[in-house]
């Protein structure tokens, strides 16, 4: 295969990689390939630690090295390229790092890895080309380092978009939080345990993770009930239990999004989390499976956290009450195949409760 | 220069190319150089309108053609490559297209470009080569295709979660406005002003951004203030005014977030919104530069739009008794230098009032 048959090849995979090590990876068989090497490593700055580092070395686990030592620390100073055809004849060469790996370094070429602001973030080594570094070579592991640097970057930036996204989304349940102070993390733990029990159901990645989120926000009508009714100590009247019950709605519709799926579901579980399986529930008395997959997952995990929870008021249920109860309510409140799989599931159940307890 | 070159000076710049148009125009100019052709268009398919567009065309403006007509709509169909030496004798050949372009296809490559699923989402074509395609050609046109894909499905999944993001804030916003019933859109009017206001101060394109999404949360705190307080329709006694000048710090609380900058800022607009340049605002009595840059602007905006708009009760203020208004408070309320930018691009700001005023 001719180089650029390889690069080409390479390119989509590049492009397409959502994961750091595996996209180190790919970049780093790409130069070995292409700059017929023996070995490649790639040092990340780690500005903090006054350390560089490696994300990825052939036939090796992380290299650190202080900042300013060995070659990288050089070319990661200078931001200069750096060539050399006798590594033991370098004075910029740490030896220690061959004498820990059990390798010896002949000759090595490294350059310096920008961001698209110009500030050197990293070094990619190329180590013990057969023959000499030609022009050529220097020129084409340049190029390579810089489409490493812009797939680093890029993935960072999807990385950190992603974050914030889910912060925006924690921020939206804790809102809700604030008008009906329900046990802290409620909402994070009845997200991590329906994605669990999704996992378990057998569906899709990306859906499980969707579920995280959207489940997390299932509360969040409660912002639109009056304050005399949400907060009552006592019993409700009827009247004030019918507002009450609007809650489910209220949240639809400040989440639903025609365009998004995960707003969707997620008002899709704010509307139906009350519903039960023998239709009983509110706010439709829908039952069994004209209730989505989504509330009926989410109804499951949100009662059994509530009842082993402490709470203002009362004694939180043993765990053998509480099981006995989710047994008890299989095809009344809830869809009893997923009653089983919750409680076959316990152990996993109870980590993440354990977890996120406080 | 040699092929290999161009493909990874290309490289670097594809994969971070943000902006649909240039990413595809980078890629064509790309197959365009390698191929040795002297045009290159990229269909994509259009599922609802059932038709295939260019969304880039060496020489031409949009074409839409109906989705199973023309060469680009045989390899649609088919999900395989089509070559052609003498175009006019092809019988999927389309010969309008040529017509209305004023241009002679003499021979044709068309190759499918597929999802990461496998599905097909468009058809790359590269137009006349002076002589004939090679067996290289086509491999190559498949691999840029594939790396074409790549691109732009990466890109279209940075574009989705932004704009999740995005709906994600707006929805916070929406959240605090269930339980403050400011006119309808006060919170997205503020964002957009306040970025003009940005703009025109000088401030970079990315902040201006940041402060258009952080702006709209600036009154979520008011969510934790009780309805009793928030929703009294006349005047607050002592005590319940000082509860209701805790919804900033309940605003900052509830935004800050130590890793994202965005956060961070709208933490700060909700603490200090309320607080005035003469240092008489609250929740601490900071004045002039104290308050931070952007509290400053978000104050001068949210009170003239509170001024101008129709609420429940009183009657809007006109035009020119807010301007009056928002004079007389320079240097009382408001950064005096920030009112005069205000002011004197108060045509716009009332462009952006009034397309979302209701």
Redesign the interface.
Known sequence: MD???I???A??????EKNLNNLIEILSNLAKDMIEVDRCSLFIIDEQKKELYTIFAHGVNEIRIPMNSGIAGHVAKTGKTYVTENAYRSKFFNKEVDKILGYKTRNLLAVPIFD?KGKVIGVYQAVNKSSKFKSSDI??MK??A??A???I??MM??EK?????K???I??S???E??DPEPPNHFIRIGFISRLVAEKLGLDEEKCEILLLASTMHD?GK??I???ILKKSGRLEPDEWEIMKKHPI?GYE??Y?E??E??QIAAIIALEHHERWDGKGYPFGKKETEISLWARIVSIVDNFDTLITEKDEGEPWSLDMAVNYMEAMKEKAFDPEIVNIFLGNMDKVIEIWEKYKD
């Open positions: 180089k650029l048959e690069l080409l090849k390119a989509p995979k590049i492009t397409r698209s020129k084409l190029l390579i810089e489409f640097a812009a797939a970057e890029n930036l999807y978009i992603k974050e914030l996204h912060k925006s989304l921020k939206l804790k809102a809700a604030y008008k969040i912002i639109g009056p304050d005399r209220i400040l989440l999004d365009e998004s995960l707003f």
